[in-house]
């Protein structure tokens, strides 16, 4: 009976996940709409992108020093974090908008996330003792769908409105906050978490150990976000070079999802082989696939390159979980908390660099076939510090794995 309940937990715990990470995304997949409806300049993408990740970094530091999460219910935390996104998507849909009011109102939404996804995991975490790392590749999953989703709003050829894509963003936020309030209590293992330390900041990068494995993280980070960011953008330029005409929205939805899968496969996989080797594993395809993408976006028939780009879209995700693991696994325990909240900002600081760099190189006409070879620096940056070391001590593996609150 105890095994079921935890299982509908569980359950919801993805469902609201998924629900409520549509918001992430929920600008990108209406820029254009954006574009055209406030006469803005064609740099939006990268800057609104950009302002969410702000958001995310300020969010995620702000929690983690007030430890909002541990002196209060997660599960009310999650909830007003989610009907405050869901409100603040809705801001996109203000007639008064500027440049300005657009980027404040993306920057908030990516605020509130820090409420969501981050405070998800611990609400999972209060709940099981031992086996959350299984269950952390389905947690991420659902961020994977819940990103991509919003471009599957918009792929139905039915005329819909970019204004029903906010509204149905937002109610799916609005629920999933309402699934935790009502249907997933305070865990039985929640613990109160130490007060912020700024020193552990430095003694935490001190471990070679933690170090190897934090920057195989950032690594990873410079890649996923510029990645996802402009999939629609090499989208287009395959459409350019191959003179075809393709369904973007439903095509960018289809590439981010399949991310999704693989994240569960590399679960199964890091069983098989180690964690460590399957995230070298997954880095050196991703980055391969950087390396290569000029010839397949420009060269290769459109079956092939969408091929390629799926396969491309899972190996840049496949490897979120098992860095969650081996950051939490290479830090002293009283120093967790800390140590993933300034790994996680300190990611999120990073893809802001990618996305903007990116973006400048593909406004560039002769650059853009060849702008995503510089996402290859990450996986190889990554793949370099990974081949230190870490070690994972087996002994703890599960106990440590039941304490992973974060992850991403």
Same mark, same amino acid.
């Given at each position: 009976?105890?095994?079921? $309940?935890?299982?509908?937990?569980?359950?919801?715990?993805?469902?609201?996940?998924?629900?409520?990470?549509?918001?992430?995304?929920?600008?990108?997949?209406?820029?254009?709409?954006?574009?055209?409806?406030?006469?803005?300049?064609?740099?939006?993408?990268?800057?609104?992108?950009?302002?969410?990740?702000?958001?995310?970094?300020?969010?995620?530091?702000?929690?983690?020093?007030?430890?909002?999460?541990?002196?209060?219910?997660?599960?009310?935390?999650?909830?007003?974090?989610?009907?405050?996104?869901?409100?603040?998507?809705?801001?996109?849909?203000?007639?008064?908008?500027?440049? *300005?009011?657009?980027?404040?109102?993306?920057?908030?939404?990516?605020?509130?996330?820090?409420?969501?996804?981050?405070?998800?995991?611990?609400?999972?975490?209060?709940?099981?003792?031992?086996?959350?790392?299984?269950?952390?590749?389905?947690?991420?999953?659902?961020?994977?769908?819940?990103?991509?989703?919003?471009?599957?709003?918009?792929?139905?050829?039915?005329?819909?409105?970019?204004?029903?894509?906010?509204?149905?963003?937002?109610?799916?936020?609005?629920?999933?906050?309402?699934?935790?309030?009502?249907?997933?209590?305070?865990?039985?293992?929640?613990?109160?978490?130490?007060?912020?330390?700024?020193?552990?900041?430095?003694?935490?990068?001190?471990?070679?150990?933690?170090?190897?494995?934090?920057?195989?993280?950032?690594?990873?980070?410079?890649?996923?976000?510029?990645?996802?960011?402009?999939?629609?953008?090499?989208?287009?330029?395959?459409?350019? *070079?191959? $003179?075809?005409?393709?369904?973007?929205?439903?095509?960018?939805? @289809?590439?981010?999802?399949?991310?999704?899968?693989?994240?569960?496969?590399?679960?199964?996989?890091?069983?098989?082989?180690?964690?460590?080797?399957?995230?070298?594993?997954?880095?050196? @395809?991703?980055?391969?696939?950087?390396?290569?993408?000029?010839?397949?976006?420009?060269?290769?028939?459109?079956?092939?390159?969408?091929?390629?780009?799926?396969?491309?879209?899972?190996?840049?995700?496949?490897?979120?979980?098992?860095?969650?693991?081996?950051?939490?696994?290479?830090?002293?325990?009283?120093?967790?908390?800390?140590?993933?909240?300034?790994?996680?900002?300190?990611?999120?600081?990073?893809?802001?660099?990618?996305?903007?760099?990116?973006?400048?190189?593909?406004?560039?006409?002769?650059?853009?076939?060849?702008?995503?070879?510089?996402?290859?620096?990450?996986?190889?940056?990554?793949?370099?510090?990974?081949?230190?070391?870490? *070690?994972?001590?087996?002994?703890?593996?599960?106990?440590?794995?039941?304490?992973?609150?974060?992850?991403?």
């Amino acid at each position: 009976m105890k095994a079921q $309940k935890q299982s509908w937990i569980l359950a919801i715990i993805i469902g609201a996940q998924f629900c409520c990470t549509s918001l992430w995304f929920a600008g990108n997949a209406v820029t254009d709409n954006l574009l055209q409806h406030f006469n803005l300049n064609t740099e939006a993408l990268g800057n609104m992108s950009s302002a969410v990740q702000f958001g995310f970094i300020a969010g995620s530091f702000v929690f983690a020093v007030l430890t909002l999460s541990d002196r209060y219910s997660p599960s009310r935390i999650f909830f007003i974090s989610a009907v405050f996104g869901a409100l603040c998507n809705l801001g996109l849909l203000l007639a008064s908008n500027t440049m *300005f009011s657009l980027l404040a109102f993306r920057f908030f939404t990516g605020f509130s996330l820090a409420g969501i996804y981050p405070v998800g995991m611990k609400i999972a975490a209060d709940h099981f003792e031992k086996g959350l790392g299984k269950s952390l590749s389905f947690l991420i999953s659902a961020l994977v769908l819940g990103t991509a989703f919003p471009y599957f709003i918009q792929s139905f050829n039915v005329n819909i409105s970019w204004e029903t894509v906010i509204w149905a963003t937002s109610a799916l936020a609005t629920f999933g906050g309402l699934l935790i309030l009502f249907f997933v209590p305070n865990g039985p293992y929640q613990k109160l978490a130490n007060q912020f330390e700024v020193s552990k900041i430095f003694k935490v990068f001190k471990n070679s150990s933690f170090r190897s494995a934090a920057f195989g993280y950032f690594g990873h980070m410079w890649e996923l976000y510029a990645f996802w960011t402009f999939v629609p953008a090499l989208l287009v330029l395959h459409q350019k *070079f191959q $003179k075809v005409e393709l369904n973007i929205p439903l095509y960018a939805f @289809l590439i981010i999802a399949s991310g999704s899968l693989s994240c569960i496969l590399g679960g199964f996989i890091s069983n098989r082989i180690g964690v460590k080797k399957t995230a070298v594993l997954a880095l050196s @395809l991703s980055g391969l696939c950087c390396l290569l993408s000029p010839l397949f976006i420009i060269f290769t028939p459109t079956a092939v390159f969408l091929s390629f780009v799926m396969l491309w879209s899972m190996a840049v995700i496949a490897d979120s979980p098992l860095f969650s693991t081996l950051v939490a696994k290479n830090c002293d325990a009283q120093s967790l908390g800390t140590a993933l909240t300034i790994v996680n900002c300190l990611g999120y600081s990073i893809t802001i660099i990618s996305i903007q760099l990116l973006n400048l190189l593909i406004l560039n006409v002769e650059w853009a076939p060849y702008a995503f070879v510089i996402l290859a620096l990450g996986p190889i940056i990554g793949r370099f510090h990974l081949r230190q070391k870490p *070690f994972i001590p087996h002994q703890n593996q599960n106990k440590s794995l039941g304490k992973v609150p974060n992850a991403k």
